[in-house]
């Protein structure tokens, strides 16, 4: 007895042994294809699917899902270049969220959230670079904005410095004063400098797009949300003589005073108003926060408090205007914005935080390591060499270790290749430019690393990228071995349609349409107008026409217990008590064999069937398919 306990003991040690090696599920000549992948496309596909199946229903489906794969990549289908790219372009897609740190972007959200709960009010001095400036020009506007700077912390008046210095146009137009704002409405440098620099504060030297700035945050004040309203408007010339605006002034005053005495605020729009664009709609401009017009007519229409309100005349750059409350909002929950922030986030520096993030970690996982040495060498070279003709061609020649990670290593060479790629100033490069350069293209190599490793250290992805891989090839396949024949071979398709001619049979019916009638006055209305020709229910009257049911063929005996009645004699007792009078509009077709031309769709996807089971047989027989019925079971 304990030597039987024994073997049987052993005996399932072995089987699972055995089991835990051998995780292959199906073998094609010599490919082999796993348990796991089995399982994930099953599961994936059946939890779709609105008529789950058994994995033995799934299994044939899957040996003959891969059977077509292996006949495409026999016939090349794999390499030709136009799935080469539809692929690379599915795997770029894929690969997107796994190159993002999920949690710097959810971080970002918030952060972004928060900031739209508030309003800054801020003005700021602006020292200008070109589009594409060059060291000198950087080290220049530099210089001068640290100067500018300097004089602040002596205590240099701030609005004064803007007038002598600043170059935005916001300067002269309004001592620099760039009003309320909040969140998306500046470029991102410029916004975190606002929001992380204290009420009454200046903030350090920001650099963005336009150059760099120094700011001074005059409020912080919780978001007012979003406002809407109409104006009345006298418009005058920007800069206009102190003459025309006094003109304007008078006018509006006027139109304020018909308004005080109860005249309609609509009919003043209409009558009056310069602005032409929302004259047609009464004077009604879109929904704006507080940042988003110009500071003047912002504080006017947030200062009113009820909806109808009316505030007295205000003057803008623009003109004068009446503005009147029609409606106003709360900033929204985060839940019910989130999809918004995240476009807006796509749209600024922000989207690069998950990046960042990520980079961050894979320097990290791959023990990303610069050598002093040789980044010492590089960056000295870059400096004092990039002004000459030729310096990328020599760096290249010049072979040195700058930087290693697991699986690689970064030479001069490899940036030297990065560098040729873009167009250099010739000023050469600076020392924070080369340290941009550099960065940036580490950022790039360690993407590179992990966008090449994923199918290695992510099965989803393996299984994923797997699935568009088929899935195109037997897209292409199918078209020609399937489709396409089924469509264009006009001979095998009559033929089909001969051999299989019982299996279009169309049962006796009635076609046309049926009208079911409320009452028996309408009934007997319609019944008149059929008599006449075809009843038009479009050019009934409403009243009629709310009194109807009507239904379209073809039906079938069993369709409508009221329409078997009249056609089939059938006894019944169901009627629709709702509409209990029927008028049918047709006639009886009776039963025959449908002629091609009428179901061409239907016989060609039959067709297809046909073909298709055709060549899966076919395949079949090519490659021998072996399942691995133990590991199945």
């Known amino acids: 007895m304990n030597r039987l306990v024994n073997i049987i003991l052993l005996s399932a040690l072995f089987t699972q042994a055995a089991f835990a090696q051998d995780n292959t599920l199906l073998t094609i000549g010599d ?11 099953y599961e994936k596909n059946n939890t779709l699917s609105q008529e ?37 372009y599915y795997r770029d897609e894929l690969a997107k969220p796994y190159l993002s740190d999920k949690k710097a972007i959810e971080g970002v959200v918030e952060e972004a959230y928060e900031r739209m ?41 701030f609005e004064e410095m803007v007038l002598r210095y600043s170059e935005g146009p916001s300067a002269k137009q309004s001592n620099g004063h760039l009003g309320y704002f909040t969140a998306f409405m500046m470029v991102y440098p410029f916004e975190e400098a606002a929001f992380n620099t204290p009420v009454g504060g200046v903030s350090e030297i920001v650099r963005t797009a336009f150059g760099y700035h120094l700011i001074k945050v005059h409020d912080k004040r919780k978001n007012k949300g979003e406002i809407q309203v109409a104006h009345i408007m006298k418009a005058f010339p920007y800069k206009a003589s102190e003459a025309i605006q006094t003109q304007a002034k008078i006018a509006i005053d006027s139109i304020y005073r018909k308004l005080q005495n109860g005249e309609s605020f609509n009919a003043l729009v209409a009558e009056y108003s310069d602005d032409k664009q929302t004259v047609p709609n009464n004077g009604k401009l879109p929904w704006f926060t507080t940042g988003r017009m110009v500071p003047e007519f912002s504080e006017a229409a947030f200062a009113l408090t009820e909806n109808g309100q009316i505030a007295p005349p205000v003057k803008t750059q623009f003109g004068w205007h009446i503005i009147k409350r029609l409606d106003s909002r709360p900033v929204k929950p985060l839940e019910e914005c989130r999809d918004d922030i995240m476009q807006k986030i796509k749209q600024d520096e922000r989207s690069l935080a998950g990046q960042k993030a ?40 010049n072979d040195w270790l700058v930087a290693s990670y697991a699986g690689g290593q970064i030479s001069s060479a490899d940036f030297a290749k990065e560098m040729a790629a873009h167009r250099m100033s010739e000023q050469g490069v600076s020392g924070e430019l080369f340290t941009n350069l550099w960065n940036s293209y580490t950022d790039k190599v360690m993407i590179a690393v992990e966008k090449n490793n994923l199918e290695k250290k992510y099965p989803e992805f393996k299984y994923l990228m797997g699935e568009y891989h088929d899935g195109l090839l037997i897209f292409e396949i199918s078209q020609s071995e399937v489709w396409n024949k089924a469509s264009n071979d006009s001979v095998g398709l009559a033929a089909f349609y001969e ?40 050019s009934l009257a409403p009243s009629l026409r709310e009194e109807l049911l009507v239904k379209q063929g073809p039906f079938y005996k069993g369709d409508e217990a009221q329409l078997d009645k009249q056609m089939w004699k059938v006894k019944t007792s169901v009627i629709n008590t709702d509409y209990p009078y029927l008028l049918s509009d047709g006639h009886l077709v009776s039963k025959r064999i449908q002629p091609m031309e009428e179901i061409r769709g239907r016989v060609i996807s039959d067709y297809q069937e046909q073909l298709e089971q055709q060549w899966i047989e076919s395949l079949q027989q090519k490659y021998n398919p072996k399942v691995n019925t133990f590991v199945f079971d």
């Open 31 to 41: 490919k082999q294809f796993s348990v796991d992948e089995f399982n994930y496309i």
């Open 52 to 88: 789950p199946i058994s994995k033995k229903e799934y299994i044939d489906l899957f040996v003959n899902y891969k059977l077509k794969v292996e006949e495409a990549i026999a016939q090349g289908y794999d390499t030709v270049p136009s799935f080469q790219k539809e692929l690379q």
């Open 499 to 538: 051999a299989h001619k019982d299996s279009y049979v169309q049962e006796e019916h009635f076609d046309g349409r049926i009208i079911y009638c409320k009452t028996k006055a309408g009934y007997k209305q319609l019944k008149k107008l059929a008599k006449k020709g075809e009843v038009q229910i479009d």
């Open 358 to 397: 990520t980079v961050a970690r894979l320097k990290n996982e791959y023990q990303f390591t610069i050598d002093a040495k040789g980044y010492k060498q590089l960056k000295a070279f870059v400096i004092n060499k990039s002004k000459t003709e030729g310096w990328v061609d020599a760096l290249e020649a």
């Open 117 to 157: 709960c508030y309003e800054v009010d801020a003005s700021h001095i602006l020292i200008k670079l070109p589009p594409s400036p060059t060291p000198e020009d950087t080290l220049k506007a530099y210089n001068k904005i640290m100067d500018v700077k300097q004089q602040l912390g002596k205590g240099a008046d």
